[in-house]
């Protein structure tokens, strides 16, 4: 015991000394292995004992109430009456005298009347298993003897230690020392006294704390014990701790709330923070993918534990997969991982490494101190300490987290605590993003079956085309493209966007994106395959409506006719790297109005030039409206290099974000190298029609230089020219096309019905053997729609 008379002797040698009885009683705490020590001392009620100052945990944890009667069977009460120490067994410890509960396990309680001057009682509290031994009691009575307290000091908050406060809790005035205004960071000079000042010098986040702390209405609470957060410049926050009890007012004294303030940074331990794991849960809770996942738990483990490294893996099959790795340089790993390392990350199996396949069977945390025997794989992990962390989920392991030291470490019990709760957490986290990385990528899968698997090969154009779809949700997204050839060299571009995600949505785009197809195939101009696409879409049982962009480009004239319904213009960067949001009208939403009128409006394109077509997710955010985020898209794309397209197209996506969906469309009009010789003539109907054909199409190919294959040209030109007028009424037209060696024999009538193929032809039979002699012939040959009728084409090679 000549230590702990030493340090009172200490004490007792300077009474008036600021926090004296305090410290006095936080040698209870040291050399009695007391849990809470407090005085007692009778009150304005002379038949009350009251609490003066109080040390260790708080009181509320125990149940120690404020005020006993002296008359009643507490332990304090009885040591005051008869003057002795009373040391009650642990059975009696929960009583309604007593302590107001027991937490687990047994408590001893010692209460001994006190020495000095003033009258009193010291109350200790134990949870040791041994309770208070002979050596311990002895402690008590010589920390009993050396308490001296003032109920002056203790009422008024005179004589303030330098890190202490009173608060008066009727005005909100508070008297303060030096030190706890350096805490604060506050200069004497500039604080005004109010208890305001102080709190707003807090974190937000843990204002209401304090602010439960200094209101009046639980002034009969009992002690406070709290730790908050004050900014520093320099620095992350400070964390300070806050102790302080309510003293009663009476005889004109207002209720005052007395304590200290001290700086609780060194002594915090980020292990045993409670809020580090609360963090954890809410980082999960938001964390929508497996890497989402990793991420956080790596984030929440790696630094509190200096940790030299830490992996994260799921489980498939006997194969641990990881998802994250950190450092994430393949060196700093086993021998065995690198081998491993495939893709991104390695995939080790579980049956080169039995001591991990034990623990996932076993399901609970192990940890090996350095200088365990453990197979290389995982050794090298950890060669100074290694935590293993199976985790656990809906009934099965989802997978583990592992843990390393270079230099050795030593598991402390909040270590310990903190990876048992983080691996719960991760693994039911692990399985939901696993669930959800596995919906979305199916949902992926839908969107994009419903886009074109690749795009068409252009005559004098290149273009490229990406989607993105959200990660806000699971929904199926309504944002489509297509590139559609057309006959003579032209090409439609279509962008669009169905409102909503939904499956409605997708069903409805596909509609749509048909619809689309349909119309440009069959020859209509870009305002007539809007309008009939807005009148189908009218008149199907929806509520939702799209927008659209279509623009018709002519590769051999450079030329481009562009529509709007309700969508964002076309973004043109010209050659020389300057853009301009293309000044289009545009018409309202596909689906609004049946009779809406769609104005076409011209572009005209340079050799270079790139059209730029997008929905609105690549463009809008919350934090950003159209009009900037399409100054941005304009300026993104000047600056990029258009020779390589699809580079740009990533760089563009690469600024967007995921709340919703993204389609980008990207066309570099280069114009055509050779470009195609034309001539047209309309046949009339008169006998020597099919002759007049032939003898225009002799002089064509005169004039065009073209010496071979005139015999199967004019075969061809004779069996279409014959079939048109023979089985279709209306006008007739021949078009010749000469381009890359081949004569094009286009022939277009009014009617759309396909001409039919005879299945059999008989040796007497007189005609049906048209059409299979010009596919004899042909290259190749077709028929497709055209406005209001087809056109029946071949195509002869001349060499």
């Given at each position: 015991?000549?230590?702990?008379?030493?340090v009172?002797?200490a004490?007792a040698?300077?009474?008036t000394?600021?926090g004296?009885?305090?410290?006095v009683l936080?040698?209870?705490?040291?050399?009695a292995?007391?849990?809470?020590a407090?005085?007692?001392a009778p009150?304005?009620d002379?038949?009350?004992l009251?609490?003066v100052e109080s040390a260790?945990?708080?009181?509320?944890l125990y149940?120690?109430?404020?005020c006993?009667?002296l008359a009643g069977?507490?332990?304090?009460a009885?040591?005051?009456?008869?003057?002795r120490?009373v040391?009650?067994r642990?059975?009696?410890?929960a009583?309604?005298?007593?302590?107001?509960?027991?937490p687990?396990?047994?408590?001893f309680?010692g209460?001994l009347?006190?020495r000095?001057?003033?009258?009193?009682?010291?109350?200790?509290?134990?949870?040791s298993p041994?309770g208070?031994?002979?050596?311990?009691?002895?402690?008590?009575?010589l920390?009993?003897a050396?308490?001296?307290?003032?109920p002056a000091?203790?009422?008024?908050?005179?004589?303030?230690?330098?890190?202490a406060?009173?608060?008066?809790?009727?005005?909100g005035?508070?008297?303060?020392?030096?030190d706890?205004?350096?805490?604060?960071?506050?200069?004497?000079?500039?604080?005004?006294?109010?208890?305001?000042?102080l709190l707003g010098?807090a974190?937000?986040?843990?204002?209401p704390?304090l602010?439960?702390?200094v209101?009046a209405?639980?002034m009969?609470?009992?002690d406070?014990e709290?730790e908050?957060?004050v900014?520093?410049?320099?620095g992350?926050?400070?964390?300070?701790?806050?102790?302080?009890?309510?003293?009663?007012?009476g005889?004109?004294?207002?209720a005052?709330?007395?304590g200290?303030?001290?700086?609780?940074?060194?002594t915090?331990?980020d292990v045993?923070d409670?809020?580090?794991v609360?963090r954890?849960?809410a980082?999960l809770a938001t964390?929508?993918?497996?890497?989402?996942?990793?991420?956080?738990?790596?984030?929440a483990?790696?630094r509190?534990?200096h940790?030299?490294?830490?992996?994260?893996?799921?489980?498939?099959?006997?194969?641990?997969v990881?998802t994250?790795l950190d450092?994430?340089?393949?060196e700093s790993?086993?021998?065995?991982?690198?081998l491993?390392?495939?893709t991104?990350?390695p995939?080790?199996?579980v049956r080169?490494?039995?001591t991990l396949?034990?623990a996932l069977r076993?399901?609970?945390?192990?940890?090996?101190?350095?200088g365990?025997a453990l197979?290389?794989a995982?050794?090298e992990v950890?060669?100074?300490?290694?935590?293993?962390?199976p985790?656990?989920a809906?009934g099965?392991m989802?997978?583990a987290?592992?843990?390393?030291?270079?230099s050795p470490?030593?598991?402390?019990?909040?270590?310990?605590?903190?990876?048992t709760?983080s691996a719960?957490l991760?693994g039911?986290?692990l399985?939901?993003?696993h669930?959800?990385?596995?919906e979305?990528?199916l949902v992926?899968?839908?969107q994009?079956?419903?886009?074109p698997?690749?795009l068409?090969k252009?005559?004098?154009a290149?273009a490229?085309?990406?989607?993105l779809?959200s990660?806000?949700?699971?929904e199926?997204?309504g944002d489509?493209y297509?590139v559609?050839?057309l006959?003579d060299?032209?090409?439609?571009l279509?962008i669009?966007d169905v409102?909503g995600?939904?499956?409605?949505?997708a069903?409805l785009m596909?509609q749509m994106?048909t619809a689309l197809r349909a119309?440009?195939?069959?020859?209509?101009?870009p305002?007539v395959?809007?309008?009939?696409?807005?009148?189908?879409l009218?008149?199907?049982?929806?509520d939702?409506?799209?927008?659209?962009?279509?623009v018709?480009?002519d590769?051999?004239?450079g030329?481009?006719?562009c529509?709007?319904?309700?969508?964002?213009?076309?973004?043109?960067?010209?050659?020389?790297?300057?853009?301009?949001i293309?000044e289009v009208?545009g018409?309202?939403?596909l689906?609004?109005?049946?009779?809406a009128?769609?104005?076409?409006?011209?572009?005209?394109l340079?050799?270079?030039t790139v059209?730029a077509?997008a929905?609105?997710?690549?463009v809008?955010?919350?934090?950003?409206?159209?009009?900037?985020?399409m100054?941005?898209?304009?300026?993104?794309?000047a600056?990029?290099?258009p020779?390589h397209l699809?580079?740009v197209?990533?760089a563009?996506?690469?600024?967007?974000?995921r709340?919703?969906d993204?389609?980008?469309l990207?066309?570099?009009?280069?114009?055509m190298a050779r470009?195609p010789m034309?001539?047209?003539w309309t046949?009339?109907r008169v006998p020597e029609?099919?002759?007049?054909a032939?003898r225009?199409?002799r002089?064509t190919?005169?004039?065009w230089?073209v010496?071979?294959?005139?015999?199967?040209i004019?075969?061809?030109?004779?069996?279409?020219v014959?079939?048109?007028?023979?089985?279709?009424?209306?006008q007739v037209?021949l078009?010749?096309?000469?381009?890359?060696?081949?004569?094009r024999?286009?022939?277009a009538?009014?009617s759309?019905?396909?001409?039919?193929k005879?299945?059999s032809?008989g040796?007497?039979?007189?005609?049906?053997?048209g059409i299979?002699?010009?596919?004899?012939?042909s290259?190749?040959?077709?028929?497709?729609?055209?406005?209001?009728?087809?056109q029946?084409w071949?195509?002869?090679?001349l060499?």
């Amino acid at each position: 015991m000549s230590r702990a008379e030493t340090v009172l002797e200490a004490l007792a040698a300077d009474p008036t000394s600021p926090g004296r009885t305090r410290r006095v009683l936080e040698q209870a705490l040291i050399f009695a292995g007391a849990t809470f020590a407090a005085v007692y001392a009778p009150g304005e009620d002379p038949q009350r004992l009251c609490l003066v100052e109080s040390a260790g945990v708080p009181q509320t944890l125990y149940g120690v109430r404020d005020c006993y009667p002296l008359a009643g069977h507490s332990p304090a009460a009885e040591a005051h009456r008869e003057g002795r120490a009373v040391w009650p067994r642990p059975a009696d410890a929960a009583g309604p005298d007593a302590l107001g509960r027991v937490p687990s396990g047994e408590l001893f309680v010692g209460a001994l009347p006190l020495r000095g001057e003033q009258p009193g009682v010291l109350l200790a509290v134990s949870e040791s298993p041994d309770g208070f031994d002979a050596d311990a009691r002895t402690c008590l009575e010589l920390v009993a003897a050396a308490v001296v307290w003032s109920p002056a000091a203790a009422a008024d908050g005179e004589d303030l230690p330098s890190n202490a406060f009173s608060l008066a809790m009727d005005s909100g005035r508070v008297e303060v020392g030096d030190d706890l205004l350096d805490l604060f960071g506050l200069a004497r000079a500039r604080f005004d006294g109010r208890v305001e000042t102080l709190l707003g010098l807090a974190v937000p986040e843990d204002l209401p704390s304090l602010m439960s702390v200094v209101e009046a209405d639980h002034m009969s609470i009992g002690d406070r014990e709290l730790e908050f957060r004050v900014p520093r410049p320099d620095g992350p926050p400070r964390w300070l701790r806050l102790r302080g009890r309510p003293v009663p007012g009476g005889d004109g004294r207002p209720a005052r709330l007395v304590g200290t303030v001290v700086d609780a940074s060194k002594t915090r331990s980020d292990v045993t923070d409670v809020a580090r794991v609360q963090r954890l849960a809410a980082a999960l809770a938001t964390a929508g993918t497996v890497r989402d996942v990793s991420q956080a738990v790596v984030s929440a483990l790696r630094r509190p534990l200096h940790a030299d490294r830490i992996a994260l893996a799921e489980l498939e099959g006997d194969r641990l997969v990881v998802t994250v790795l950190d450092p994430p340089e393949p060196e700093s790993w086993p021998e065995l991982w690198r081998l491993e390392w495939r893709t991104e990350w390695p995939d080790a199996p579980v049956r080169a490494m039995p001591t991990l396949a034990a623990a996932l069977r076993d399901g609970r945390a192990a940890i090996w101190p350095a200088g365990t025997a453990l197979e290389p794989a995982l050794a090298e992990v950890g060669p100074g300490g290694l935590a293993v962390l199976p985790l656990p989920a809906g009934g099965r392991m989802a997978g583990a987290c592992l843990i390393g030291w270079d230099s050795p470490h030593d598991f402390g019990p909040d270590e310990r605590a903190l990876l048992t709760a983080s691996a719960g957490l991760a693994g039911q986290a692990l399985m939901r993003a696993h669930a959800f990385d596995a919906e979305h990528e199916l949902v992926g899968m839908l969107q994009r079956q419903l886009l074109p698997r690749r795009l068409p090969k252009l005559p004098g154009a290149v273009a490229v085309a990406r989607y993105l779809p959200s990660t806000a949700g699971l929904e199926l997204g309504g944002d489509w493209y297509d590139v559609i050839p057309l006959v003579d060299n032209h090409v439609a571009l279509v962008i669009g966007d169905v409102q909503g995600h939904s499956a409605a949505a997708a069903t409805l785009m596909g509609q749509m994106r048909t619809a689309l197809r349909a119309y440009a195939t069959e020859g209509h101009p870009p305002d007539v395959v809007v309008s009939h696409a807005n009148r189908l879409l009218a008149e199907m049982e929806t509520d939702l409506f799209a927008t659209c962009a279509y623009v018709e480009v002519d590769m051999e004239e450079g030329t481009a006719w562009c529509v709007r319904a309700g969508h964002l213009p076309p973004v043109l960067r010209h050659p020389g790297g300057e853009t301009e949001i293309a000044e289009v009208d545009g018409g309202p939403p596909l689906g609004v109005s049946a009779q809406a009128d769609f104005p076409m409006s011209p572009l005209r394109l340079r050799r270079g030039t790139v059209i730029a077509l997008a929905t609105d997710g690549l463009v809008e955010t919350p934090e950003t409206d159209i009009d900037t985020g399409m100054a941005r898209l304009a300026h993104e794309l000047a600056v990029s290099d258009p020779a390589h397209l699809g580079l740009v197209a990533d760089a563009l996506l690469g600024n967007a974000g995921r709340g919703d969906d993204v389609a980008l469309l990207l066309v570099r009009y280069d114009g055509m190298a050779r470009r195609p010789m034309r001539e047209s003539w309309t046949v009339w109907r008169v006998p020597e029609a099919v002759r007049h054909a032939r003898r225009f199409t002799r002089r064509t190919l005169r004039a065009w230089g073209v010496t071979r294959q005139i015999d199967t040209i004019l075969l061809v030109v004779s069996e279409l020219v014959t079939n048109a007028l023979a089985h279709t009424g209306g006008q007739v037209r021949l078009d010749l096309t000469l381009i890359n060696g081949r004569v094009r024999v286009a022939v277009a009538d009014g009617s759309p019905r396909t001409p039919v193929k005879p299945t059999s032809i008989g040796w007497e039979a007189t005609g049906g053997r048209g059409i299979l002699l010009v596919e004899a012939v042909s290259a190749a040959s077709g028929t497709v729609p055209v406005s209001g009728g087809k056109q029946v084409w071949s195509e002869i090679a001349l060499e």
